[in-house]
């Protein structure tokens, strides 16, 4: 995996801390007692774009007459005999120009996903997703396991009881019995969705590959038998994916 190339987000912070500095600069008075802040922060979401916002705020007497020409969005609150002008934007910034397959589908604005139409064995689904340049799915958070269940529900489901709530995901415990790994060999604790059902995995002794259930809409994690068919998701890591 190439190295997050960070020159160009960097480099509009610094261009918009001049533009503010500089526009302000031109309207002081000597000798005003003035205040002056800007906020920058960056980081990069998982479709691979750099976010970087800035947040400026300047505080000076009530009736002091100013002028910024900057396309912002400006507030203003008063008190004490202060007036407080408060600007705010984002740039968003994209230095990747490596895209998924077209039948992947941004959702959350964070996540690729694709729900092939078929129920296959855990090891048929690995190989499928790194047939696109993906992967098996695999649950980082709360609020993502939310979101697969959002997706899931409004995809079509499969004909019988297969489908209905189960999906691979890219965890397993075949080179090792009871020590659970992704498919790029970190521990399973290290996925930030640590979450079984039952607060273990059931028959972990002859089950080795691992599934997401929203079976009675309960969140979490199970094993069972690795020729088992059914459903599963491929994620697409913009972040994993070479650029050109």
């Not at 031109?26 to 990069?44: D, H, P, Y």
């Not at 259930?213 to 599963?232: E, H, I, M, N």
Request: aromatic residues 12%; charged residues 25%; hydrophobic residues 30%.
């Amino acid at each position: 995996m190439a190295a997050p190339h960070r020159s160009l987000p960097l480099y509009c912070a610094v261009l918009l801390t001049m533009i503010f500095c500089n526009s302000y600069a031109l309207a002081e008075k000597c000798g005003l007692n003035t205040e002056f802040n800007i906020i920058v922060t960056s980081r990069r979401n998982r479709t691979g774009h750099w976010i970087t916002s800035f947040e400026a705020e300047k505080t000076e007497p009530t009736r002091t007459s100013k002028e910024i020409s900057i396309n912002v969005t400006q507030s203003t609150s008063s008190c004490h005999g202060l007036e407080t002008y408060k600007l705010t934007s984002t740039a968003t910034v994209s230095n990747h120009v490596f895209r998924p397959p077209s039948d992947y589908e941004l959702v959350d604005e964070q996540y690729y996903y694709k729900l092939p139409h078929v129920a296959v064995s855990w090891h048929d689904a690995r190989t499928t997703c790194e047939k696109d340049g993906a992967h098996l799915l695999i649950i980082n958070s709360e609020d993502e396991a939310l979101t697969v269940k959002r997706y899931r529900d409004r995809k079509p489901k499969l004909s019988g009881d297969v489908g209905i709530h189960d999906t691979w995901v890219g965890i397993s415990d075949e080179e090792k019995e009871g020590e659970f790994k992704t498919i790029f060999g970190q521990p399973f604790a290290s996925t930030g969705y640590p979450k079984w059902q039952g607060g273990s995995p059931q028959d972990g002794t002859s089950f080795n590959c691992v599934y997401f259930s929203t079976w009675k809409g309960y969140l979490g994690l199970a094993v069972r038998d690795c020729k088992k068919l059914q459903p599963f998701i491929c994620e697409f890591d913009v972040l994993l994916s070479p650029s050109s």
